[in-house]
């Protein structure tokens, strides 16, 4: 995520005076800072559909215990074909942990393992909203003063417009 | 004069593109490292927690291997290594792109003045 553009972070190190940015350059600020905060949406919802996922992976947990060895279950093929099958070991259970490894654990060192990764993406969002709020602030600001220097051109040009029907 | 100044220009614009593209490719691919190293870390944090006695399977095709914990771990340890290298290489190249874009770009902005004074007297 971290791209090395010119300095639009004016909380790290530099500060700009936004007010003496010209037009133009606060346009394009509002234009990277709409951009970031695209980015931002974009990644938290990515984020929380994971947390989805684990979350949906620890509540499957609770239906298997040690006593639904032996019971018939379906076991989909793919999405639209199933064949019967019976649960082997109702004690422990096989999860993926990234880059094709899994490990087996038993339902409780399962269950520990999704909560955590369900906490861990919870702090990741927590962290993205954080930024994002920052940025849809300065955002606002930067809206303002867009808006503010749109309006002194506007009332310039008026005046000079009526100095000049004055004249004639 | 002018023509040559505009095909000069023209030349460095076009030089400015291809480095500016490189500069993308190159930080996209560093961004792909460091999902991957983040993957990797996680790996690592989960198979440190094991027990010694614990089952670890990979992924191989469409089979999960059986595989020794300790190996797992140092395969795992390994990959992450390689990817620092990598990463470190990579913006290494991020940094040498940065300053020929810098490079450039001067070279445009001067011709650019260039140009504007010719046509200026032209005028």
Known sequence: MATKEESVFPQ?????????????????????????????????????????????????????TPDSEGKNIMVPLTGSMYVPGRVANGK???????????????????????????????EQIEKIMQVSVEKSKLNKVVAQKIQLQLQAQLSSQQQSQQQEATKS | MVEEIQNKLQLEVDKYKAVQKDYHKALAQRQQLDGQLNENTAVKQELDLLRK?????????????????????????????????EL?????????????????????????????????KKA
Do not use: W
């Open chain 2, 53 to 85: 006695d614990a089952e670890v399977f990979k992924l191989i095709g469409p089979v999960l291997v059986k595989q020794d914990l300790e190996e797992a771990k140092q395969n795992v340890s390994k990959r992450m290594d390689y990817i620092r290298s």
């Open chain 1, 92 to 122: 422990s259970v096989i999860i993926d942990i990234g880059t094709g490894y899994f490990i087996q654990k038993d339902i409780d060192g399962a269950k520990d393992y999704f909560k955590r990764k369900v906490s861990f993406v919870g």
């Open chain 1, 12 to 64: 790290v190190g530099q500060q700009i005076e936004l007010s003496n940015l010209s037009l133009q350059q606060l346009t394009q600020l509002k234009q990277q800072l709409d951009q970031e905060i695209h980015v931002f949406l974009e990644t938290s919802r990515t984020l929380k559909m994971a947390q989805t996922k684990f979350q949906d992976s620890n509540d499957c947990l609770e239906k298997i």
């Open chain 2, 88 to 120: 470190k290489r990579i913006d290494d190249m991020i940094t040498g792109l940065d300053k020929k874009q810098d490079a450039h770009r001067e070279a445009i902005n001067k011709l650019q003045q260039q140009f504007q004074l010719m046509q200026m």
